[in-house]
DNA sequence: TCTGTTTTGTTGCTATGGCAACCTGATATA
DNA sequence: TATATCAGGTTGCCATAGCAACAAAACAGA
Protein backbone atom coordinates (compact mmCIF):
# COMPACT_ATOMS: atom_id res chain seq x y z
CA UNK A 1 0.00 0.00 0.00
CA UNK A 2 3.38 2.38 0.40
CA UNK A 3 2.80 3.47 -3.51
CA UNK A 4 -0.52 4.76 -2.49
CA UNK A 5 1.48 7.73 -0.72
CA UNK A 6 2.42 8.97 -4.09
CA UNK A 7 -0.95 8.76 -5.71
CA UNK A 8 -2.43 12.23 -6.41
CA UNK A 9 -5.44 11.00 -5.15
CA UNK A 10 -3.95 10.91 -1.58
CA UNK A 11 -1.75 13.46 -2.22
CA UNK A 12 -0.44 15.15 0.95
CA UNK A 13 -1.66 11.92 3.50
CA UNK A 14 0.69 9.19 5.01
CA UNK A 15 0.03 6.00 4.72
CA UNK A 16 -1.63 5.52 7.92
CA UNK A 17 -3.60 8.18 7.17
CA UNK A 18 -4.51 6.36 3.80
CA UNK A 19 -5.70 3.21 5.78
CA UNK A 20 -7.15 5.13 7.80
CA UNK A 21 -9.59 6.32 5.24
CA UNK A 22 -9.71 3.15 3.60
CA UNK A 23 -11.24 1.68 6.30
CA UNK A 24 -14.32 3.68 6.05
CA UNK A 25 -14.69 3.21 2.64
CA UNK A 26 -15.49 -0.61 0.77
CA UNK A 27 -12.19 -1.39 -0.89
CA UNK A 28 -10.93 -4.45 -2.69
CA UNK A 29 -8.46 -5.28 -4.72
CA UNK A 30 -7.98 -7.82 -7.51
CA UNK A 31 -5.89 -9.25 -10.13
CA UNK A 32 -6.38 -9.17 -13.60
CA UNK A 33 -4.44 -11.23 -16.68
CA UNK A 34 -2.95 -9.70 -19.79
CA UNK A 35 -6.39 -8.73 -22.31
CA UNK A 36 -8.53 -9.01 -19.56
CA UNK A 37 -11.15 -6.41 -19.56
CA UNK A 38 -11.41 -4.49 -16.51
CA UNK A 39 -14.05 -1.85 -17.39
CA UNK A 40 -16.24 -2.22 -20.35
CA UNK A 41 -17.35 0.66 -22.50
CA UNK A 42 -20.96 1.09 -21.86
CA UNK A 43 -20.54 -0.08 -17.78
CA UNK A 44 -22.04 2.33 -14.85
CA UNK A 45 -19.85 2.13 -12.50
CA UNK A 46 -19.50 3.68 -8.83
CA UNK A 47 -15.86 2.55 -8.00
CA UNK A 48 -12.80 4.41 -8.39
CA UNK A 49 -9.66 2.65 -9.73
CA UNK A 50 -6.17 2.71 -8.97
CA UNK A 51 -3.75 0.72 -10.89
CA UNK A 52 -1.26 -0.45 -8.39
CA UNK A 53 1.00 -2.54 -10.78
CA UNK A 54 1.37 -3.37 -14.19
CA UNK A 55 -0.46 -1.54 -17.52
CA UNK A 56 -3.73 -0.88 -18.29
CA UNK A 57 -5.13 0.59 -21.60
CA UNK A 58 -8.50 2.82 -22.05
CA UNK A 59 -9.80 2.33 -25.21
CA UNK A 60 -13.09 2.83 -27.53
CA UNK A 61 -14.81 1.96 -30.65
CA UNK A 62 -15.75 4.45 -33.24
CA UNK A 63 -19.00 4.01 -34.94
CA UNK A 64 -17.06 1.67 -37.84
CA UNK A 65 -16.25 -0.22 -35.20
CA UNK A 66 -12.23 1.19 -35.47
CA UNK A 67 -10.50 0.55 -32.34
CA UNK A 68 -9.10 3.70 -30.52
CA UNK A 69 -6.46 4.17 -28.10
CA UNK A 70 -7.69 6.80 -25.71
CA UNK A 71 -5.11 6.53 -22.39
CA UNK A 72 -2.65 4.27 -21.52
CA UNK A 73 -2.00 3.68 -17.85
CA UNK A 74 0.17 2.66 -15.72
CA UNK A 75 1.15 2.28 -11.88
CA UNK A 76 -0.94 4.54 -9.72
CA UNK A 77 -3.12 5.70 -12.65
CA UNK A 78 -6.40 6.72 -11.31
CA UNK A 79 -9.68 5.86 -13.44
CA UNK A 80 -13.52 5.52 -13.20
CA UNK A 81 -13.14 8.87 -11.18
CA UNK A 82 -15.13 11.28 -13.98
CA UNK A 83 -17.09 8.85 -14.51
CA UNK A 84 -18.56 8.10 -11.09
CA UNK A 85 -18.32 11.75 -10.48
CA UNK A 86 -20.62 12.66 -12.73
CA UNK A 87 -23.15 10.01 -11.58
CA UNK A 88 -25.32 8.13 -13.93
CA UNK A 89 -23.12 8.09 -16.86
CA UNK A 90 -21.89 5.24 -19.19
CA UNK A 91 -18.40 4.44 -19.32
CA UNK A 92 -17.22 5.71 -22.99
CA UNK A 93 -14.23 3.34 -22.70
CA UNK A 94 -13.63 -0.15 -22.07
CA UNK A 95 -10.69 -0.71 -19.74
CA UNK A 96 -8.23 -3.32 -20.63
CA UNK A 97 -4.85 -5.19 -18.86
CA UNK A 98 -1.96 -4.96 -20.94
CA UNK A 99 -0.08 -7.92 -19.12
CA UNK A 100 -0.56 -8.46 -15.62
CA UNK A 101 -2.35 -6.22 -13.71
CA UNK A 102 -3.68 -5.53 -9.92
CA UNK A 103 -6.25 -2.65 -9.72
CA UNK A 104 -7.54 -1.32 -6.13
CA UNK A 105 -11.39 -0.82 -6.47
CA UNK A 106 -12.80 1.98 -4.01
CA UNK A 107 -16.15 2.76 -3.57
CA UNK A 108 -16.97 6.02 -4.78
CA UNK A 109 -20.04 6.89 -2.51
CA UNK A 110 -19.01 5.75 0.56
CA UNK A 111 -15.42 7.63 -0.29
CA UNK A 112 -17.20 10.40 -0.97
CA UNK A 113 -19.76 10.46 1.85
CA UNK A 114 -16.97 9.60 4.58
CA UNK A 115 -17.01 11.79 7.73
CA UNK A 116 -13.35 11.19 8.31
CA UNK A 117 -11.60 14.34 8.78
CA UNK A 118 -9.31 13.79 5.87
CA UNK A 119 -11.70 12.31 3.45
CA UNK A 120 -12.25 16.55 2.59
CA UNK A 121 -8.40 16.63 1.76
CA UNK A 122 -9.35 13.42 -0.71
CA UNK A 123 -12.31 15.22 -2.12
CA UNK A 124 -9.79 18.41 -2.79
CA UNK A 125 -7.25 16.15 -4.87
CA UNK A 126 -9.90 14.45 -6.53
CA UNK A 127 -11.00 17.39 -8.18
CA UNK A 128 -7.87 18.37 -9.11
CA UNK A 129 -7.26 15.25 -10.46
CA UNK A 130 -10.77 15.28 -12.67
CA UNK A 131 -9.66 19.04 -13.37
CA UNK A 132 -6.54 18.36 -14.52
CA UNK A 133 -8.20 15.63 -17.23
CA UNK A 134 -10.54 17.94 -18.08
CA UNK A 135 -7.46 20.50 -19.65
CA UNK A 136 -5.63 17.43 -21.15
CA UNK A 137 -8.66 16.92 -23.13
CA UNK A 138 -9.23 20.45 -23.82
CA UNK A 139 -5.96 20.63 -25.33
CA UNK A 140 -6.18 18.01 -27.60
CA UNK A 141 -9.97 19.61 -28.35
CA UNK A 142 -7.85 22.61 -29.13
CA UNK A 143 -5.83 20.52 -31.77
CA UNK A 144 -8.64 18.35 -33.29
CA UNK A 145 -10.21 21.35 -34.42
CA UNK A 146 -7.26 22.59 -36.01
CA UNK A 147 -7.97 21.81 -39.88
CA UNK A 148 -4.59 21.00 -41.59
CA UNK A 149 -1.95 17.98 -40.47
CA UNK A 150 0.70 20.36 -40.75
CA UNK A 151 -1.14 23.05 -38.01
CA UNK A 152 -1.91 20.00 -35.70
CA UNK A 153 1.47 18.81 -35.82
CA UNK A 154 2.87 21.92 -35.10
CA UNK A 155 0.51 22.82 -32.64
CA UNK A 156 1.50 19.13 -30.75
CA UNK A 157 5.12 19.53 -31.50
CA UNK A 158 5.01 22.88 -29.67
CA UNK A 159 2.81 22.14 -26.67
CA UNK A 160 5.08 19.94 -25.98
CA UNK A 161 8.44 22.09 -26.04
CA UNK A 162 6.55 23.59 -23.18
CA UNK A 163 6.07 21.55 -21.06
CA UNK A 164 9.17 19.61 -22.06
CA UNK A 165 10.92 22.69 -21.72
CA UNK A 166 13.17 22.22 -24.84
CA UNK A 167 13.48 22.36 -28.53
CA UNK A 168 14.72 18.66 -28.57
CA UNK A 169 12.60 16.28 -26.92
CA UNK A 170 11.55 12.32 -27.30
CA UNK A 171 7.57 12.33 -27.45
CA UNK A 172 5.56 9.22 -25.90
CA UNK A 173 3.62 8.13 -28.36
CA UNK A 174 3.98 6.30 -31.52
CA UNK A 175 3.22 7.50 -35.11
CA UNK A 176 -0.10 5.28 -34.92
CA UNK A 177 -1.03 6.72 -31.33
CA UNK A 178 0.16 9.88 -32.67
CA UNK A 179 -2.19 10.10 -35.84
CA UNK A 180 -5.30 8.75 -33.57
CA UNK A 181 -3.91 11.87 -30.78
CA UNK A 182 -4.38 14.38 -34.00
CA UNK A 183 -7.31 12.63 -35.56
CA UNK A 184 -5.65 12.02 -39.25
CA UNK A 185 -4.38 8.81 -41.38
CA UNK A 186 -1.05 7.67 -40.14
CA UNK A 187 0.22 7.84 -43.60
CA UNK A 188 -0.59 11.56 -44.32
CA UNK A 189 0.99 12.14 -40.85
CA UNK A 190 4.07 10.77 -41.85
CA UNK A 191 4.33 12.42 -45.13
CA UNK A 192 3.50 15.84 -43.53
CA UNK A 193 6.15 15.62 -41.40
CA UNK A 194 8.78 14.43 -44.11
CA UNK A 195 7.30 17.53 -45.63
CA UNK A 196 7.95 19.98 -42.46
CA UNK A 197 11.21 18.50 -42.48
CA UNK A 198 12.16 18.83 -45.77
CA UNK A 199 10.94 22.40 -45.09
CA UNK A 200 13.36 23.30 -42.33
CA UNK A 201 10.78 23.47 -39.97
CA UNK A 202 11.76 20.24 -37.26
CA UNK A 203 13.76 17.64 -37.68
CA UNK A 204 13.14 13.82 -35.93
CA UNK A 205 14.51 10.46 -35.78
CA UNK A 206 11.71 7.85 -34.82
CA UNK A 207 10.01 9.42 -31.49
CA UNK A 208 12.75 12.03 -31.08
CA UNK A 209 11.83 15.82 -32.63
CA UNK A 210 13.82 19.03 -33.06
CA UNK A 211 11.70 21.94 -33.50
CA UNK A 212 13.18 24.81 -35.09
CA UNK A 213 10.73 28.00 -35.23
CA UNK B 1 -29.50 34.94 -3.94
CA UNK B 2 -32.83 32.84 -4.66
CA UNK B 3 -31.49 31.82 -7.58
CA UNK B 4 -28.66 29.72 -6.43
CA UNK B 5 -31.43 27.46 -5.01
CA UNK B 6 -31.41 26.47 -8.50
CA UNK B 7 -27.62 26.16 -8.72
CA UNK B 8 -26.23 23.05 -9.39
CA UNK B 9 -23.28 23.70 -7.49
CA UNK B 10 -26.01 24.41 -4.07
CA UNK B 11 -28.41 21.58 -5.44
CA UNK B 12 -30.03 20.18 -2.12
CA UNK B 13 -29.62 23.39 -0.12
CA UNK B 14 -31.88 25.79 1.70
CA UNK B 15 -31.36 29.28 1.13
CA UNK B 16 -30.42 30.17 4.85
CA UNK B 17 -27.86 26.88 4.13
CA UNK B 18 -26.41 28.55 0.89
CA UNK B 19 -26.08 32.12 2.67
CA UNK B 20 -24.50 30.66 5.76
CA UNK B 21 -21.42 28.63 3.81
CA UNK B 22 -21.15 31.70 1.68
CA UNK B 23 -20.89 33.99 5.17
CA UNK B 24 -16.97 31.59 5.21
CA UNK B 25 -16.00 32.14 1.89
CA UNK B 26 -15.03 35.67 0.54
CA UNK B 27 -17.40 36.23 -2.33
CA UNK B 28 -18.52 39.70 -4.34
CA UNK B 29 -21.19 40.30 -6.84
CA UNK B 30 -19.94 42.23 -9.69
CA UNK B 31 -21.99 43.61 -12.82
CA UNK B 32 -20.97 43.60 -16.68
CA UNK B 33 -21.78 45.86 -19.43
CA UNK B 34 -22.04 43.97 -23.12
CA UNK B 35 -19.55 43.32 -24.48
CA UNK B 36 -16.88 43.83 -21.11
CA UNK B 37 -14.40 40.99 -20.75
CA UNK B 38 -15.26 38.96 -17.73
CA UNK B 39 -12.11 36.62 -17.67
CA UNK B 40 -9.26 36.86 -20.44
CA UNK B 41 -7.64 34.01 -21.91
CA UNK B 42 -4.54 33.43 -20.23
CA UNK B 43 -5.55 34.58 -16.42
CA UNK B 44 -5.56 32.19 -13.53
CA UNK B 45 -7.76 32.47 -11.56
CA UNK B 46 -9.06 31.58 -8.22
CA UNK B 47 -12.40 32.36 -8.41
CA UNK B 48 -15.77 30.29 -9.35
CA UNK B 49 -18.04 32.52 -11.19
CA UNK B 50 -21.77 31.75 -11.17
CA UNK B 51 -23.89 33.85 -13.38
CA UNK B 52 -26.37 35.47 -12.02
CA UNK B 53 -28.53 37.07 -14.84
CA UNK B 54 -28.08 38.12 -17.74
CA UNK B 55 -25.55 35.83 -20.61
CA UNK B 56 -21.96 35.75 -21.28
CA UNK B 57 -20.17 33.62 -23.99
CA UNK B 58 -16.73 31.43 -23.67
CA UNK B 59 -14.69 32.41 -26.67
CA UNK B 60 -11.17 31.13 -27.82
CA UNK B 61 -8.95 32.05 -30.36
CA UNK B 62 -7.16 29.97 -32.69
CA UNK B 63 -3.50 30.12 -33.37
CA UNK B 64 -4.47 32.09 -36.71
CA UNK B 65 -6.30 34.62 -34.97
CA UNK B 66 -9.91 33.19 -35.55
CA UNK B 67 -12.66 33.51 -33.10
CA UNK B 68 -14.17 30.43 -31.71
CA UNK B 69 -17.49 30.45 -29.20
CA UNK B 70 -17.03 27.79 -26.99
CA UNK B 71 -19.93 28.10 -24.88
CA UNK B 72 -23.02 29.59 -23.95
CA UNK B 73 -23.91 30.97 -20.59
CA UNK B 74 -26.80 32.04 -18.75
CA UNK B 75 -28.40 32.58 -15.73
CA UNK B 76 -26.95 29.61 -13.18
CA UNK B 77 -23.79 28.45 -15.55
CA UNK B 78 -20.54 28.18 -13.46
CA UNK B 79 -17.23 28.73 -14.92
CA UNK B 80 -14.15 29.25 -13.56
CA UNK B 81 -14.43 26.03 -11.44
CA UNK B 82 -12.40 23.50 -13.26
CA UNK B 83 -10.01 26.05 -13.70
CA UNK B 84 -9.86 27.05 -9.89
CA UNK B 85 -9.89 23.16 -9.52
CA UNK B 86 -6.76 22.60 -12.02
CA UNK B 87 -4.77 25.25 -9.77
CA UNK B 88 -2.05 27.43 -11.65
CA UNK B 89 -3.84 26.69 -15.02
CA UNK B 90 -4.24 29.46 -17.13
CA UNK B 91 -8.12 30.06 -18.89
CA UNK B 92 -7.37 28.41 -21.61
CA UNK B 93 -11.26 30.83 -22.63
CA UNK B 94 -12.22 34.58 -22.67
CA UNK B 95 -15.76 34.77 -20.90
CA UNK B 96 -17.43 38.14 -22.16
CA UNK B 97 -20.61 39.75 -21.26
CA UNK B 98 -23.40 39.47 -23.72
CA UNK B 99 -25.83 42.08 -22.74
CA UNK B 100 -25.48 43.45 -19.31
CA UNK B 101 -24.87 40.72 -16.67
CA UNK B 102 -24.57 40.29 -12.93
CA UNK B 103 -21.51 37.57 -11.73
CA UNK B 104 -20.76 36.08 -8.37
CA UNK B 105 -17.59 34.91 -7.57
CA UNK B 106 -16.51 33.43 -4.65
CA UNK B 107 -13.07 32.78 -3.52
CA UNK B 108 -12.49 29.09 -4.53
CA UNK B 109 -9.88 28.20 -1.57
CA UNK B 110 -11.51 29.13 1.27
CA UNK B 111 -15.01 27.85 -0.19
CA UNK B 112 -12.88 24.38 -0.71
CA UNK B 113 -11.31 24.68 2.86
CA UNK B 114 -13.84 25.85 4.63
CA UNK B 115 -14.79 23.49 7.54
CA UNK B 116 -18.50 24.57 7.43
CA UNK B 117 -20.34 20.84 7.95
CA UNK B 118 -22.09 21.71 4.44
CA UNK B 119 -18.93 22.47 2.72
CA UNK B 120 -18.85 18.59 2.03
CA UNK B 121 -21.82 18.36 0.12
CA UNK B 122 -20.69 21.79 -1.93
CA UNK B 123 -17.62 19.86 -2.58
CA UNK B 124 -19.56 16.69 -4.10
CA UNK B 125 -21.74 18.79 -6.35
CA UNK B 126 -18.91 20.82 -7.49
CA UNK B 127 -16.99 17.16 -8.80
CA UNK B 128 -20.80 16.33 -10.07
CA UNK B 129 -20.39 19.63 -12.14
CA UNK B 130 -16.52 19.22 -13.61
CA UNK B 131 -17.78 15.55 -14.25
CA UNK B 132 -20.32 16.08 -16.18
CA UNK B 133 -18.36 19.24 -18.13
CA UNK B 134 -15.76 16.53 -18.61
CA UNK B 135 -18.11 14.35 -20.65
CA UNK B 136 -19.69 17.03 -22.38
CA UNK B 137 -16.48 17.69 -23.91
CA UNK B 138 -15.47 13.77 -24.55
CA UNK B 139 -19.08 13.83 -26.39
CA UNK B 140 -17.26 16.76 -28.64
CA UNK B 141 -14.11 15.22 -29.34
CA UNK B 142 -15.74 11.62 -30.33
CA UNK B 143 -17.35 13.93 -32.87
CA UNK B 144 -14.21 15.89 -33.71
CA UNK B 145 -12.21 13.14 -34.45
CA UNK B 146 -14.87 11.29 -37.58
CA UNK B 147 -13.47 12.10 -40.53
CA UNK B 148 -16.13 13.28 -42.59
CA UNK B 149 -19.08 15.77 -42.52
CA UNK B 150 -21.96 13.18 -42.62
CA UNK B 151 -20.75 11.06 -40.03
CA UNK B 152 -20.20 14.07 -37.76
CA UNK B 153 -23.33 15.60 -38.60
CA UNK B 154 -24.90 11.81 -38.04
CA UNK B 155 -23.63 11.47 -34.38
CA UNK B 156 -24.22 14.86 -33.27
CA UNK B 157 -27.90 14.57 -34.40
CA UNK B 158 -28.12 10.83 -32.56
CA UNK B 159 -26.84 12.12 -29.86
CA UNK B 160 -29.81 14.91 -29.78
CA UNK B 161 -32.39 12.63 -29.91
CA UNK B 162 -31.03 10.48 -27.49
CA UNK B 163 -30.97 13.22 -25.20
CA UNK B 164 -34.46 14.68 -26.38
CA UNK B 165 -35.55 11.33 -26.67
CA UNK B 166 -37.69 12.23 -29.94
CA UNK B 167 -36.83 11.66 -33.65
CA UNK B 168 -38.26 15.42 -34.34
CA UNK B 169 -36.61 18.35 -31.83
CA UNK B 170 -34.77 21.44 -31.94
CA UNK B 171 -31.29 21.93 -31.71
CA UNK B 172 -29.81 24.90 -29.70
CA UNK B 173 -26.95 25.77 -31.98
CA UNK B 174 -27.69 28.24 -35.17
CA UNK B 175 -25.38 27.08 -38.39
CA UNK B 176 -22.43 28.53 -36.97
CA UNK B 177 -22.20 27.43 -34.33
CA UNK B 178 -22.80 23.95 -35.56
CA UNK B 179 -19.98 24.02 -37.98
CA UNK B 180 -17.71 25.19 -35.02
CA UNK B 181 -18.97 22.36 -32.78
CA UNK B 182 -18.30 19.48 -35.39
CA UNK B 183 -14.83 21.58 -36.72
CA UNK B 184 -16.14 22.29 -40.13
CA UNK B 185 -16.57 24.72 -42.42
CA UNK B 186 -20.07 26.37 -42.42
CA UNK B 187 -20.94 26.08 -46.53
CA UNK B 188 -19.64 22.31 -46.55
CA UNK B 189 -21.87 21.80 -43.05
CA UNK B 190 -25.07 23.42 -45.24
CA UNK B 191 -23.86 21.41 -47.94
CA UNK B 192 -24.12 17.92 -46.76
CA UNK B 193 -27.20 19.16 -44.72
CA UNK B 194 -28.46 19.53 -47.98
CA UNK B 195 -27.46 16.27 -49.81
CA UNK B 196 -28.44 14.03 -46.37
CA UNK B 197 -32.00 15.66 -47.05
CA UNK B 198 -31.98 14.60 -50.55
CA UNK B 199 -30.72 11.02 -49.52
CA UNK B 200 -33.62 10.45 -47.44
CA UNK B 201 -31.67 10.52 -44.24
CA UNK B 202 -33.25 13.34 -42.62
CA UNK B 203 -35.21 16.65 -42.96
CA UNK B 204 -34.81 19.98 -41.26
CA UNK B 205 -36.02 23.49 -41.26
CA UNK B 206 -33.49 25.89 -39.78
CA UNK B 207 -32.94 24.36 -36.07
CA UNK B 208 -35.38 22.00 -35.95
CA UNK B 209 -34.21 18.74 -37.37
CA UNK B 210 -36.05 15.07 -37.57
CA UNK B 211 -33.88 11.85 -38.39
CA UNK B 212 -35.56 9.01 -40.07
CA UNK B 213 -32.57 6.51 -39.64
C1' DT C 1 -44.52 47.81 -46.43
C1' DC C 2 -39.92 48.87 -47.58
C1' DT C 3 -35.12 48.35 -46.61
C1' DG C 4 -31.00 47.01 -44.33
C1' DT C 5 -29.00 43.15 -41.89
C1' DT C 6 -28.26 38.65 -40.65
C1' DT C 7 -28.61 33.87 -41.40
C1' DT C 8 -28.68 30.05 -44.42
C1' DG C 9 -28.10 27.83 -48.88
C1' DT C 10 -25.60 27.14 -53.43
C1' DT C 11 -21.80 26.33 -56.29
C1' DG C 12 -17.14 26.21 -58.85
C1' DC C 13 -12.46 25.62 -58.04
C1' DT C 14 -8.71 23.34 -56.03
C1' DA C 15 -5.66 21.81 -52.33
C1' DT C 16 -5.70 18.54 -48.88
C1' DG C 17 -5.75 14.37 -46.95
C1' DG C 18 -7.92 9.64 -46.75
C1' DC C 19 -7.16 5.23 -48.61
C1' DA C 20 -4.65 1.45 -50.30
C1' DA C 21 -0.75 -0.70 -51.53
C1' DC C 22 3.83 -1.25 -51.18
C1' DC C 23 8.71 -0.46 -49.58
C1' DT C 24 12.32 -0.10 -46.12
C1' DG C 25 14.55 -0.87 -41.99
C1' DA C 26 14.66 -2.35 -37.34
C1' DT C 27 13.87 -5.87 -33.86
C1' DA C 28 12.87 -10.25 -32.42
C1' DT C 29 13.00 -15.42 -32.76
C1' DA C 30 14.18 -19.81 -33.95
C1' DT D 1 22.03 -16.53 -39.85
C1' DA D 2 17.62 -16.79 -41.93
C1' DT D 3 13.06 -15.28 -41.41
C1' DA D 4 8.99 -13.47 -39.43
C1' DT D 5 7.04 -9.33 -37.54
C1' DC D 6 6.24 -4.70 -36.86
C1' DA D 7 6.92 0.33 -37.02
C1' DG D 8 7.65 3.82 -40.10
C1' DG D 9 8.08 5.96 -44.77
C1' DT D 10 6.53 6.68 -49.71
C1' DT D 11 3.40 7.41 -53.39
C1' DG D 12 -0.65 7.56 -56.80
C1' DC D 13 -5.36 8.21 -57.00
C1' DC D 14 -9.36 10.68 -56.17
C1' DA D 15 -13.28 12.03 -53.11
C1' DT D 16 -13.91 15.34 -49.74
C1' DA D 17 -14.14 19.54 -47.86
C1' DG D 18 -12.00 24.25 -47.49
C1' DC D 19 -12.36 28.66 -49.54
C1' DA D 20 -14.55 32.40 -51.74
C1' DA D 21 -18.13 34.63 -53.72
C1' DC D 22 -22.72 35.03 -54.43
C1' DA D 23 -27.90 34.09 -53.93
C1' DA D 24 -31.88 33.64 -51.30
C1' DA D 25 -34.46 33.57 -47.25
C1' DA D 26 -35.63 35.24 -42.75
C1' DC D 27 -35.80 38.82 -39.66
C1' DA D 28 -35.78 43.46 -37.60
C1' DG D 29 -36.75 48.19 -37.51
C1' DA D 30 -38.60 52.26 -39.28
Redesign the pocket.
Known sequence: MKILTENTLFKGLTESQITDILSTAYHREKSFLDGEIIVHQGDVINNIGIVLSGNATGKKYTPDGEEIIVSNMKANSIFGDVLSGAIGFASPVTVQAVGPCRVLFIDYNQLLYSHHPLAHHVLQNMIQSISRKYFAQNKRMDILML??????VLSYLEWQRQTKGTNTFAIDL??????DFL????????????RMKADGLID????NFTLFI
Chains 1, 2 share one sequence.
Not at 147 to 152: G, N
Not at 174 to 179: E, H, I, Q
Not at 183 to 194: D, K, M, N, Q, Y
Not at 204 to 207: L, R, T
Open positions: KSVRSKDRRLLAGVERSALSRELSYHKN
